[in-house]
């Protein structure tokens, strides 16, 4: 994990959007809500899986992230957190991290990876509630969190609009970031899982 460290940083950065959803009266889950409609566009254009599309599937996945951070930074600005709307935000984000990895998958026809890739998203995300859930407190460690996956699956839609011929293992860049997904995925649901089994 290495880009949720700087959430600091950029709730700094949040303020003027932060003001314009107030002054149009947007309400945080309204905001998660829209959030994950950027996600669906996104997948639906890293379906489609040609250049100007990942193009546009990038700014899209880059802005679900960034409003991702918008939503809890408005309720805190008008004091309406609550925890109906956490849980919105987080099952708004697994739909959104599903979709998008669907959309890849789609997009280079590998299912298989695809499916390693969703679960092993999934599975990291669910050990961290399943953690909390116990008593233990909430895991944010291991390897990616979801700022990186955000970072690196707009990364590679600019990468893949430019180049998008196998490089490794007939894999291009998008299956190599499925790849990834599904092996870090896995085993940091396993390295939250040791350490927390170590503090019961």
């Not at 979709?99 to 998203?121: C, D, N, P």
């Not at 699956?153 to 599904?182: D, K, R, T």
């Amino acid at each position: 994990m290495t880009l949720d460290q700087y959430r600091s940083v950029a709730d700094r950065l949040l303020g003027p959007w932060v003001r314009a959803a107030a002054k149009i009266g947007l309400s945080p889950d309204q905001v998660s809500v829209l959030a994950f409609g950027v996600a669906v566009a996104a997948a639906g254009a890293f379906a489609v899986g040609e250049p100007v599309f990942y193009l546009v599937g990038a700014l899209c996945v880059l802005l679900n992230g960034w409003l991702d951070l918008v939503d809890g930074a408005l309720a805190r600005h008008l004091e309406v957190s609550s925890d109906g709307g956490d849980l919105l935000d987080h099952v708004l984000d697994r739909y959104a991290d599903i979709a998008v990895i669907a959309g890849f998958t789609v997009g280079i026809e590998s299912y298989a990876l695809g499916f390693a890739a969703v679960t092993g998203v999934l599975m990291t995300s669910y050990m961290g509630t399943q953690i909390q859930a116990v008593g233990i407190g909430r895991e944010y460690g291991g390897l990616l969190g979801r700022a990186d996956r955000l970072a690196l699956m707009g990364i590679v839609g600019v990468v893949a609009a430019v180049y998008s011929a196998p490089i490794v293992a007939g894999l291009n860049v998008v299956g190599l970031l499925l790849a990834l997904f599904a092996a870090v995925g896995h085993l940091t649901a396993v390295q939250r899982f040791l350490g927390a089994w170590s503090d019961l």
